[in-house]
């Protein structure tokens, strides 16, 4: 065998004989309870320079699909992690479009999650097939959803104004929310006001790191859906906005390493700030706190 044989060799087999998919995927959540082969393409869309946004979307996805055989199974001590490479390339057309019908019937999601799931499974297999692991992407012949056109719902000038007025107002009725608003108003405050002022989606802002923001050009980098980076330009507000932010934090908890993310979270338990918060926390403060807004700006009742 010729070197250049033996260096196609190596790199065919090299996640098979070492750790480098557990040590690459170990900040992402639920990354090592897949099976080997789903590390292995995870770690390949990172070496591609896939974002972590993507990276941690199509963990997520590929745990619903296996929620989906673990219920089929109907077998309780069921772990993804079980599952060999042979039992996945069992999977037929016919098994995919069962896993369409659970998701569209059952879960009831929308065309475009399950577009967006299916399409995971797609991209996995079209690894597969690449790697020489699989004869075919079986992913191809299934119908999928189509999805339907919605019009946007927004906030005119003056609501957003009125929501991010609001924002900055007192509103608790316990000793407890009064902590709360002390120690992450000014968090919540920044993320709607970069929400709606930027155009990040929230699983960006979730990820931004400090290393992203450039305050002397007033831009942020991101590097979002698709794998693909735009530059976001940043007003003065919003950049007052975000270091008014960071400034209420304490300076020994305060971000400020590249790698540091720029929304906090609080550990109550420890009565400490975090690096980071995940996507579904703020998800479940932007639907609380909208809930709690509506009492005083009753637009909110009419735009999900």
Request: hydrophobic share 35%; glycine share 4%.
């Amino acid at each position: 065998m010729s070197l250049f044989a033996k260096i196609n060799q190596k790199n065919k087999h090299t996640l098979h004989n070492n750790q480098e998919s557990s040590n690459s995927l170990k900040t992402f959540k639920k990354a090592e309870q897949l099976p080997l082969f789903i590390q292995e393409y995870m770690v390949n869309r990172l070496s591609l320079g896939y974002s972590k946004n993507t990276i941690q979307r199509y963990i997520y996805d590929y745990f619903a699909f296996f929620q989906f055989i673990e219920r089929i199974a109907g077998d309780d001590a069921f772990s993804p992690q079980s599952i060999t490479l042979d039992d996945f390339l069992e999977l037929e057309k016919e098994g995919i479009e069962h896993y369409i019908s659970y998701l569209a019937l059952e879960l009831e999601n929308e065309p475009t999650t399950i577009n967006r799931k299916i399409s995971a499974l797609q991209s996995l297999f079209d690894f597969l097939v690449k790697r020489g692991d699989a004869p075919t992407n079986p992913v191809l012949s299934v119908q999928r959803p189509k999805n339907g056109k919605r019009e946007p719902v927004y906030l005119t000038k003056p609501e957003l104004h009125s929501l991010l007025s609001w924002l900055k107002e007192p509103h608790y009725s316990t000793k407890k929310q009064a902590f709360y608003q002390e120690k992450l108003k000014s968090r919540d405050y920044v993320t709607f006001y970069l929400l709606m002022t930027t155009g990040l989606r929230i699983s960006e802002l979730a990820y931004l790191a400090i290393g992203q923001i450039d305050f002397g050009q007033s831009r942020l980098k991101i590097k979002g859906k698709g794998n693909k980076e735009r530059s976001i330009p940043l007003s003065a507000a919003t950049i007052n906005v975000m270091k008014a932010y960071l400034h209420d934090i304490p300076s020994d908890q305060r971000p400020s390493d590249a790698d540091d993310y720029f929304i906090v979270g609080y550990d109550f338990t420890k009565k400490a700030y975090t690096n980071g918060v995940s996507i579904s926390s703020l998800q479940k403060m932007i639907k609380r706190t909208i809930e709690q807004a509506k009492h005083q700006l009753p637009f909110l009742t009419f735009k999900k």
